[in-house]
């Protein structure tokens, strides 16, 4: 967690056990074995997509994803470069793992366009918005923006990611590569403009396309070594980093490609075509965040704009019909996922298109937690897919205090309402993939380890009305053989004793909590 030492190598832990995994066979498509008749839609096919569509569908819901790309996977196929994640052995494999289990891709499909929103939510018994959120940042108006050779950093790698995918299936198929990439990087000086992750993708994917020489501009100043006190656990800890591009960049052409505190003022003509951009005009800030006085010209026979993402694009709603947050994301609260002030009630949210940009773990934390609300809301407030999204212990649950306020406790609770939710553990049955219906002769215990979710799913189809699920109370009262003697009665002194030591726990509670905050 990067506390008190290093962060662990997680990320390594859980690859070599899921590798392990598919190596031994354990990782086979789990169906499901009965359906609810319930029909979900879900756009996009990204991670949060992806595992919202595999928990409805093991749900015994009919899934199908809709996806305006030719192949799915989102930001994983087409956006998250190769080297980091490789598409044929990891997303390849998985997809086909969700098409066995029975979800219905279509492809090609853009919702928006093909197909209207409304007539889906009208259509199916839930609708699911998991459509990223890729609507780039544009350039404040400058010179010479328009110069062929300025791309987009999402158009440069899917790009660049499509030409491998096709020259990987030509080479499976017994051809040769294809090579349609239209961004010529080899031999030439590019220069990318951004500071985030999306750009050092940028990078590393120029140096291995041999690109001549590559930099890349940020306005920040270079972060501090130690975690700055604005940025304590839980935030996001804004120190130094040498990102794997930055270490390549390092390594082949010799310097980190990084150039800190610039600022771009214009792009210039090439001088051999007056069409193609030559060179990127600069000036250097100060630690004011001044611009100094003086410009630098750096030539460029390429120019990647990756300056961060500003939520989800209006394709999905042309009209503008659906409301948005302040950063013009989805609104949807988190935790509940349906959409707020939507004319239908049968649309939900997740993912990045509700939370903004973010990383993969947190969409497909959020789809299957998505997947929990709907499956719930199909089945009459019952459910059998558990809750996954750490409600409370998430970040965006804390804030920095404002400027001004108290700093004694920097970072504070998040004062949001929401709903009380009744989470429930995911039952062992459904865990093993088996949401059979208990026969009647099994055992009552058995029955009871099940969990009543599956149990009495069955019972719930076709129902709008919460279904009565008994408590595990009533549970054991219900197996108690009716013969059973009453339970001796408890000695008052005993009971005022129970009682006066739950009280010095609840205070001791109490002052802990305290003496934390
Ligand atoms: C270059 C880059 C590198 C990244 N690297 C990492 C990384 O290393 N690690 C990490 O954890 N995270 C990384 N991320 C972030 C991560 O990829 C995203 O947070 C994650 O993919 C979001 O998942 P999602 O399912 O919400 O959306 P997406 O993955 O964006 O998927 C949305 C899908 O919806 C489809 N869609 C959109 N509109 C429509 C429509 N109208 N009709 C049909 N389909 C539609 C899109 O085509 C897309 O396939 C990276 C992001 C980028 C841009």
Not at 334 to 357: I, K, Q, V
């Amino acid at each position: 967690m990067g506390i008190n030492e290093d962060p662990v190598a997680i990320k390594s832990i859980e690859l070599a056990i899921i590798e392990h995994g598919f190596t031994k066979g354990w990782i086979q498509p789990q169906p499901p074995q009965q359906r609810t008749g319930r029909r979900v839609v879900i756009i996009g096919s990204g991670p949060a997509g992806l595992a919202c569509a595999q928990q409805l569908n093991r749900a015994g819901h009919l899934v199908t994803v809709l996806e305006r790309a030719n192949r799915g996977g989102g930001l994983l196929m087409y956006g998250i470069p190769n080297m980091k994640l490789d598409k044929t052995s990891k997303v390849m494999r998985r997809m086909k793992l969700l098409e066995k289990e029975g979800i219905d891709f279509k492809y090609n499909t853009e919702v928006g366009r093909d197909v209207a929103l409304g007539d889906l939510c009208k259509q199916n018994a839930a609708v699911v918005l998991a459509t990223g959120a890729t609507k780039w940042r544009e350039m404040r108006n400058i010179e010479g923006q328009h110069l062929r050779n300025i791309v987009q950093a999402m158009d440069f790698l899917c790009e660049v990611q499509k030409d491998i995918c096709e020259a990987d299936t030509a080479h499976a198929a017994g051809g040769s590569g294809t090579g349609k990439n239209p961004y010529e990087v080899r031999g030439r000086r590019v220069i990318v403009i951004g500071g985030g992750d999306t750009a050092a993708d940028c990078v590393a994917t120029s140096l291995r396309l041999g690109a001549q020489s590559v930099l890349q501009f940020s306005r920040r100043d270079e972060a501090p070594t130690e975690r700055p006190k604005h940025t304590p656990w839980p935030c996001w800890a804004d120190t130094y980093r040498v990102d794997y591009a930055h270490a390549e960049g390092m390594a082949v052409p010799g310097r980190d490609p990084r150039e800190y505190m610039v600022l771009t003022k214009a792009f210039k003509p090439s001088a051999h075509d007056p069409e193609c951009v030559g060179a990127v005009v600069a000036c250097q800030l100060a630690k004011t965040g001044h611009e100094m006085e003086g410009v630098v010209e750096y030539p460029a026979e390429l120019v990647i704009l990756a300056m961060g993402f500003t939520g989800p694009d209006d394709a999905v709603d042309p009209q503008g019909i659906l409301r948005r947050d302040q950063h013009s994301n989805f609104l949807a609260p988190y935790g509940e996922y349906m959409c707020d002030g939507s004319p239908w009630n049968t649309l939900f949210a997740c993912g990045d298109c509700r939370r903004g940009a973010s990383l993969v773990v947190t969409a497909i934390a959020e789809g299957r937690d998505c997947a929990a609300r709907i499956d719930a809301f199909l089945m009459g407030g019952e459910t059998v897919l558990p809750r996954t999204a750490p409600l409370a212990a998430n970040p965006s649950f804390f804030q920095l205090p404002k400027r001004g306020e108290e700093q004694t406790n920097i970072v504070k609770r998040h004062q949001r309402r929401r709903q009380q939710l009744q989470s429930k553990g995911v039952s062992e049955a459904f865990e093993r993939g088996l949401l059979v219906e208990p026969k009647l002769d099994e055992p009552e215990a058995e029955m009871d380890n099940a969990g009543s979710a599956s149990g009495s799913r069955p019972h719930t189809f076709g129902t709008s009305a919460p279904a009565a699920v008994a408590t595990p109370q009533q549970n054991t009262a219900a197996a108690a053989p009716p013969q059973a003697a009453p339970a001796a009665p408890v000695p008052p002194l005993f009971a005022a004793a129970l009682g006066g030591l739950a009280v010095v726990n609840l205070v001791l509670v109490g002052l802990l909590v305290r003496s934390r905050r």
